[in-house]
């Protein structure tokens, strides 16, 4: 007969054959020891989520599209998170000294991987396959350190596996919150990303170092403790040797990137702002890219701004609203009426338009007009600003000259709701011109745009214009570095809210210099050949933009 008045004490499962089983020897009281041990997976996981975001921003913003960037340096990384933690099997019998080197090794890849993938693009033109290689690299790495972690934990004292797991995750998960904020608001806007990424490997390699060489010396050969101390003091070396000369390398990328004048060079909270062109004479020769991105080409910038803006205009004008245009090039088309009573720009990123302001060639380039009195300027985000009350039944006009909807950021600004908003904010008989992507090179999503103002009860009138670069994505939007092409067509759609707008420009348009109501009416048969039918709106909860 069982005896059931004693309860039995259940004991912990076995550690597996071949891990160390003896209580560590600790230079402090164990109970201290675990606080050393979570705090160092508490620094892991923030150090581990900070190259993670770095990866994310830095693929989003030389590669584009975030959406698919997100995806691919997720999953990789999730998936080589799995391999590193069978690959940590092997590391057991010496945890101390396998943990020391995985850190050294993600102190030197996580802290170089923000100044690799920027080389990459510099000279190579392409970042996609070390952007694959960083996130595979580091998720091996991320991978191993909690199994480790684990028997390191058991060797200082003993308890159920369910226990030591919550505590380790627990951590874990604290200190990825931790890394998961100071990113966006401390690292990024205070150092940059890749100074940013530079200090964190640093932070990664002295804690792990700390840990391994102080707490579980004990554990180490004479040999494994030289060889710990050579590579850190390496990796230190390395990151502090690239840390001070992080602002001549991008120096040295960056004419690599945009050529040899780049004259402005500046991190938003929004975008990097690149101005290239000689400082004085001609704003014909001026470039202005944003996060890497060709928005305004003065050689020819005014046949993109002249096609979106004049055709919408024949009618009541009186007041306008130009959604994005922070450069003042479209509003500078507008204010060539003297019968404009109002113009109010709604431009997220405030850089762009000081920017504009003060720069002697870009304000040259639109005319000055943040001087005149008739122009307002709202920093906000467009779809936030059209839902508030200040929008409704106030504009004749609404320009829309806003980044390309593959970009996806702005796939929300050519959404069926949005262009709802904008019909709102329309007067009766008001007119909205939006640029809609490269016709020749992406009709598919030109007319997915299309299709989505028609959705939203707006009278659509497609047309385009001719350029001088290949590669447009965002009106003129190109990547740097790209090379004079024969003529580009730009996709725009003038959209009525009561009837379909007719496409033309009256005889005394003032300043006209490549728009005529002919070329007009040939454009849009032009763009008529390539319509592609049967395409769905793009809305918020279903984008169609790729």
């Known amino acids: ?105 993600l102190a030197l890849l996580g802290g170089l991987s923000a100044i690799a993938l920027y080389a990459s693009f510099a000279w190579l033109g392409e970042s996609r396959p070390a952007l694959v290689a960083f996130s595979f690299a580091i998720g091996v790495l991320i991978g191993a350190e909690i199994p480790l972690l684990m028997v390191l934990i058991q060797r200082i004292r003993r308890q159920d596996a369910g226990g030591a797991v919550a505590d380790l995750f627990a951590a874990d998960y604290v200190g990825a919150l931790v890394g998961g904020l100071a990113f966006p608001f401390l690292l990024l806007p205070v150092l940059g990303q890749l100074t940013g990424a530079m200090l964190t490997g640093t932070v990664n390699a002295v804690v792990g170092a700390g840990l391994v060489l102080w707490l579980f010396r004990r554990d180490l050969s004479r040999r494994s403790r030289w060889l710990l101390i050579v590579a850190n003091v390496t990796v230190l070396a390395v990151l502090a040797c690239a840390t001070v000369l992080a602002d001549d390398f991008e120096r040295v990328a960056r004419r690599a990137v945009y050529g040899g004048e780049v004259r402005v060079a500046q991190q938003t909270g929004v975008q990097e ?63 060539r009426y003297r019968d404009v009573a109002s113009v109010t720009i709604v431009e997220l990123d405030p850089g762009v338009v000081r920017l504009a302001r003060t720069d002697p060639m870009l304000s040259a380039l639109n005319g000055r007009v943040y001087e005149d009195p008739r122009l307002a300027v709202v920093t906000q985000d467009a779809f936030r600003w059209l839902r508030g009350p200040a929008a409704r039944d106030r504009y004749d006009v609404i320009v829309s000259d806003l980044p390309d909807p593959g970009i996806t950021p702005s796939t929300k600004l050519y959404s069926q709701e949005f262009y709802g908003l904008a019909a709102r904010a329309l007067r009766p008989g008001g007119r909205l011109a939006v640029h809609a992507g490269p016709l020749a090179t992406r009709p598919r999503t030109y007319w997915t745009v299309e299709a989505t103002l028609r959705a939203a009860g707006l009278r659509t009138a497609p047309y385009s214009a001719g350029g001088r670069l290949s590669g447009f994505a965002a009106g003129p939007d190109r990547s740097p570095g790209t090379s004079a092409a024969p003529p580009q067509d730009w996709g725009f759609v003038l959209a009525g809210r009561d009837q379909v707008p007719e496409l033309r420009v009256d005889r005394d348009t003032p300043g006209l210099r490549s728009l005529s109501t002919q070329s007009l009416r040939d454009a849009a048969r032009d763009a008529e050949r390539t319509r592609v039918a049967g395409l769905p709106p793009s809305t918020l909860p279903h984008p169609r933009y790729s």
Do not use: N
Not at 26 to 32: A, E
Not at 287 to 300: A, E, P, Q, T, W
């Open 1 to 105: 007969m069982i005896d059931r008045s004693v309860p039995r004490r259940v004991l912990p499962a076995p550690p597996p054959r071949g891990v160390a089983t003896l209580p560590a020897a600790l230079p402090v009281r164990p109970r201290t020891g675990r606080l050393l041990v979570l705090a160092t997976v508490f620094v892991c996981a923030a150090c581990g989520l900070v190259y993670e975001l770095e990866l994310l921003a830095l693929g989003s913003y030389l590669i584009g599209d975030s959406v698919t960037q997100a995806s691919v340096v997720l999953s990789v990384m999730v998936f080589a998170m799995g391999v590193g933690s069978l690959l940590a099997k092997w590391l057991r019998r010496r945890p101390a000294v396998g943990f020391g080197v995985i850190e050294a090794g």
């Open 273 to 335: 702002l690149v101005l290239t062109g000689p400082a004085t004479g001609s704003p014909r020769s001026l470039d202005l890219f944003l996060d890497g991105r060709l928005r305004v080409s003065g050689y020819d910038e005014y046949r993109y701004h002249e096609a979106l803006v004049h055709p919408a205009m024949t009618g009541p004008h009186t007041r306008v609203l130009v959604l994005g245009g922070g450069d003042g090039l479209a509003a500078r088309e507008v204010l």
